[in-house]
T-cell receptor, first 116, second 114 residues
Framework: GENVEQHPSTLSVQEGDSAVIKCTYS??????FPWYKQELGKRPQLIID?????GEKKDQRIAVTLNKTAKHFSLHITETQPEDSAVYFC???????????????FGKGTKLSVKP | NAGVTQTPKFQVLKTGQSMTLQCAQD?????MYWYRQDPGMGLRLIYY???????DKGEVPNGYNVSRLNKREFSLRLESAAPSQTSVYFC?????????????FGPGTRLTVL
């Protein structure tokens, strides 16, 4: 089955700096890679996702890159702000399956702290 | 459109008591999930339902049962609560949004077992 590793587990940056979180996956059949942001005491919320037919996707200050050959994907946050402080989870799945192959497999999370 | 809703938000139980966590979604999604979240452990899948009428075990099913009551509702039952089940429980649903499958979470239930 799929296994997702996420690094680092904690990340502290100064406001305005960039932050990068990296994930690797094991199942080459995975084709959908979402990222969730979870603020303290809140639910995880989808912030960006990428499918295996593209290598990069951007949405304002956040971007995700995917290297299918190496089986890794990364979240990049530029010009970080204090409100970016949260736990970020990466995940992987086979997008079009409704059974267990469609289940999201999550990394263990990265706690990002942005210092003013 | 409320998305995924859960009740209750908070619950305190004594060891051995039973309770049911309720979850409902109004997005017409086929798949629904129950996760638990413990500090440093990420999100662990307890049970899932790929479609109405089916349920399957996830990574940590022991001590739990589920019911997919209809397409909208998916409940999680603790028959005899144990302190190890103290956790935050999230329900989620997955289905078509903007043309492809996306997964959305409910607000969570914070459960303490004494």
């Amino acid at each position: 089955g799929e296994n997702v590793e996420q690094h680092p587990s904690t990340l502290s940056v100064q406001e305005g700096d960039s932050a990068v979180i990296k994930c690797t996956y094991s199942d080459s059949a995975s084709n959908y890679f979402p990222w969730y942001k979870q603020e303290l005491g809140k639910r995880p919320q989808l912030i960006i996702d990428i499918r295996s037919n593209v290598g990069e996707k951007k949405d304002q200050r956040i971007a995700v890159t995917l290297n299918k050959t190496a089986k890794h994907f990364s979240l990049h946050i530029t010009e970080t702000q204090p409100e970016d402080s949260a736990v970020y989870f990466c995940a992987a799945s086979q997008q079009n399956y409704g059974g267990s192959q469609g289940n999201l497999i999550f990394g263990k999370g990265t706690k990002l702290s942005v210092k003013p | 459109n409320a998305g995924v809703t859960q009740t209750p938000k908070f619950q305190v139980l004594k060891t051995g008591q039973s309770m049911t966590l309720q979850c409902a979604q109004d997005m017409n999604h086929n798949s629904m999930y129950w996760y638990r979240q413990d500090p440093g452990m990420g999100l662990r899948l307890i049970y899932y339902s790929a479609s109405e009428g089916t349920t399957d075990k996830g990574e940590v099913p022991n001590g739990y049962n589920v019911s997919r009551l209809n397409k909208r509702e998916f409940s999680l039952r603790l028959e005899s609560a144990a302190p190890s089940q103290t956790s935050v429980y999230f329900c989620a649903s997955r289905g078509l949004n903007r043309g492809y499958n996306e997964q959305f979470f409910g607000p969570g239930t914070r459960l303490t077992v004494l």
